[in-house]
């Protein structure tokens, strides 16, 4: 009785929105013409073309279904498409050139304080800001394409920008050459999910105050920084990509004033430093993989009570680096492909405990031009033999069951 | 010339030391490759042997070699032969055998199991360190007669450039740490063929920490086409020179 | 053939030439006689170019040898001690000099015949005794048929046997009329191959006779004895 109603009122509904077209071919030849005829609940389809009608305002709850990735062209002077009602789905269009100012923010697309929008399968070209959502609850964001073009971090906008938002989901979109390829702030329980964000001038992902989220498949590459999770708590880092963030203070994953989250089977690959933490606290990192970075990690002496744990070490420059030698953080079964002991009872783990921090980060950390002499012959002298007496370095910055075989992440 | 290449070829290739040399570096390079699963440790293995074991043996060999041949040198200049084609044949066989016994030991791993511009990087550094040093080992036999001093400058020569140098450098490093000196550091590295050597290599096998801030000041000389070639000129500089002065010497000795 | 003008050599400190004047000639024999560290072999090496004389010329044929090296396809070279290569056989060794002379003239391997040698051509150098690698500088320093045939103590070492069959070897070679230099301190071996003396003290020529000449004058049919009359003699000088 219950889905018979529903199907019922589903019917009656249909009965009642109408399709309206806009075209060249069609009566209508304008967007904000059809928007205008439009009632709420109608579907209005744009066909294949290029529209240049300035600022585009959808007031209504309608369905904006864009056929032949129709092209609404903000020429450089206008945002060009602004929701301003609940529930509306705007879906197959290329939305170019937005107008630049640092003010309003003009965006390709920007949702104004509503919830349960829908924007999908659009193409967002040469926009200051891509997709912005402004005080909204709800909202899911899907398989867009966002690209951008500047050089200089003040010329351009964030490709998903997400403020005071909560219940969002980002799935599948593709973010490239923006200032930060996702941008949160004060966003709380929301999912970002499958998204691939690269060459972005500042972070793929950047989080601000925005507490109980999750970040899960997502790759970050080539960008300023991969992710940077900042005076938040609570976020769950699984699955992600990150790699080939390189540069001055570049970092796959940057973690400043953050607490209670949890890192769980990343890939951190051929970064700057694989993960940079400063004020950090209460952070399980586990079954992660750090291969090929010139810092695996690079943990501040604000750092404490973090969990390392079960990660793979593989061929970094060096594993760990920190700054000070207060030791508040554990480390405990990870396998580190530096590690030179035994494993005599046979259970897997290396009967000498590894000191994961060698003589020569220490030197590096403080004088940095050092690195001129890494890997030679006196150098290698100087840190074999910390190894065996530690005297600069922490000695309880250890792992006491190092694994013996990689881990299969 | 060719000829008296070929036999002096032919005569150091039948020598045992080359051919221990040789096996050597091939069990150490294949067993480092084949301990792990990646091939980090048999990179930094073979990256220790080009730092290390190529220059000392590289200069000891060639140094010892030519002590022994001064009979045949001797023999060759009562024939009509040039004193420079003498010298010179005798630096092409012995960088040559030099060059390809690192080639077939360390070379051979180094390209099937990492073929990258790694492996590729070290190959050629490594053959250059080892040219490097039999030119050297030339300077050091031809500046004194006796056979003993001789070796023992060879072996001080190699000290100086594969420890020494770097604690020095080391040590100027944190006396000046206060100073902006990292411009005069890339300087410096000219002065040691191994450190030029081992930077080329870092920037390719660090490439990662050479991106960081660190290792920045590097990569924005040696990492650029210009400064890929001033160090490689820098490296021919370090095998001509001291092979130039040798032979200039060699032409006034009396035998 | 080979002419010396004020030749001067000093090693460190150590005066080794001092204005050393000779002229040699086609078809003679000459003996380079003298106490040992006269510089005799230092004479011989400056002849073939392996020391480098502080001042003063040597011309082969009319040329200067300085910085040359092609003038030594006409010399023929044996060393007081023959050092060779160690691991290379005799063979090889012969072989080797053949290569780098690439010589296209006929070789004289009568030495290589007379010596036996063929059937030792396996043999590494540094298994012969001192003997047999004198056999082996001989006979490359007859091989290639030279003009000048420099012998730095040539049956020094050598067994008698041998050492006549060099000896018939070098009187052969002087009558083709070449020119043949030898150094020795056994005077009685060389009394009936040489026709002029060259005698040496303490870098300078002493004297440089025809033999028939020196025995005339001193009356004495000996050569050494010869020698050791004009030595008196010139000893007692300073004191008239």
Known sequence: ???????????????????????????????????????????????????????????????????????????????????????VVVDGFKVIRSAYATITDPCGIKVYNKSHVLIQNNVLDDNFFGIYLQNSQNCIIKNNTLKAYGKEEQKLGNGIHCWKSKDILIIANRIDGHRDGIYFEFVTNSVIWRNIANNNIRYGLHFMFSNDDAYITNVFKNNGAG???????????????????????????????????????????????????????????????????????????????????????????????????????????????????????KDGMGDVPYHPLSLFAVLTENTPSAMLLYRSFMITLLDKSEKVLPSITPDNFVDNKPLMKSLPL | MNRIIKIILSDIIRNKIVLAYTLILSILSWSSFALEDNSSKGLLTILNVILFTVPLVSILFATIYLYNSAEFIELLLSQPIKRRKIWLSL????????????????????????????????LLNGCLISVIFVALAFLSSILTRDKAKGIGLAIMIWLYFALLFDGMVLFLLFQLAEYPIENMMVGITAFSPIDLARIQILLHLDVSAMMGYTGAIFKDFFGTSVGLIVSFVLLSLWAIIPFFISMRKFNKKDL | ?????????????????????????????????????????????????????????????????LGEYLYREKIGYMPQIGR????????????????????????????????????????????????????????????????????????????????????EKIIKEKEKGKLILITSHLLSELDDLITEIIFMQEGKVHFHQKVEELKTTTGEEKISKAIAKILKNKQNEPNH
Not at chain 1, 3 to 10: A, C, E, G, M, V
Request: some cysteine.
């Open chain 2, 91 to 122: 630096f092409f066989g012995l960088s040559t055998a030099m060059v390809f016994a690192f080639f077939i030991g360390a070379g051979i791993p180094l390209l099937v199991n990492s073929p990258d511009s790694i492996g590729f990087m070290m």
């Open chain 3, 1 to 65: 053939m080979i002419e010396i003008k004020e030749l001067q050599k000093k090693f460190g400190k150590f005066e080794v030439l001092k204005n050393i004047n000779l002229s040699c000639k086609k078809g003679e024999c000459i003996a380079l006689i003298g106490p040992n560290g006269c510089g005799k072999t230092t004479l011989i090496k400056s002849v073939l170019g392996m020391v480098l004389p502080d001042s003063g010329t040597i011309h082969f044929n009319g040329n200067s040898v």
């Open chain 1, 1 to 87: 009785m219950k889905y018979f109603l529903i199907i019922f009122l589903l019917f009656s509904l249909s009965l009642k929105a109408t399709t309206i077209h806009v075209g060249k071919k069609h009566a209508i030849k304008s967007v904000k013409r059809g928007i205008t005829l439009a009632k709420a609940g109608d579907t209005l389809i744009v066909h294949g073309g290029w529209y240049k009608e300035g600022n585009i305002i959808i007031d209504k709850k309608i369905v904006f279904l864009g056929k032949d990735l129709p092209v609404l062209d903000g020429e450089k002077k206008h945002e060009v498409l602004s929701i301003h009602a609940d529930s």
């Open chain 1, 227 to 345: 992710v940077a999770v900042m005076f938040t708590k609570n976020v769950k880092m699984f699955n992600n990509y990150f790699e080939e963030n390189w540069g001055d203070s570049a970092y796959g994953l940057l973690l400043k004033e953050i607490s209670d989250s949890y890192i769980f089977n990343n890939r951190f690959a051929r970064n700057t430093s694989g993960i940079y933490m400063e004020g950090t606290s209460r952070i399980k990192v586990e079954k992660n993989s750090f291969e090929s970075n010139g810092w695996g990690m690079k943990i501040q002496a604000s750092c404490m009570e973090n969990e390392i744990v079960n990660n793979n070490f593989l061929k970094n420059t060096f594993d760990i680096s920190t700054n000070g030698s207060l030791v508040l953080n554990t480390f405990n079964a990870n396998y580190w492909d530096k590690y030179e002991g035994y494993d005599l009872d």
């Open chain 3, 84 to 167: 060779y290569p160690d691991n290379m056989t005799i063979g090889q060794i012969i072989e080797m000099i053949k290569k780098i002379r690439n010589s296209s003239d006929d070789l004289d391997e009568d030495l290589l015949h007379a010596f036996e040698l063929e059937k030792m051509f396996d043999k590494q150098m540094r298994t012969l005794s001192g003997g047999t690698t004198q056999k082996v500088s001989a006979v490359l320093a007859f091989l290639f048929n030279p003009d000048v045939l420099i012998l730095d103590e040539p049956t020094a070492g050598l067994d008698p046997l041998a050492a006549e069959v060099l000896k």
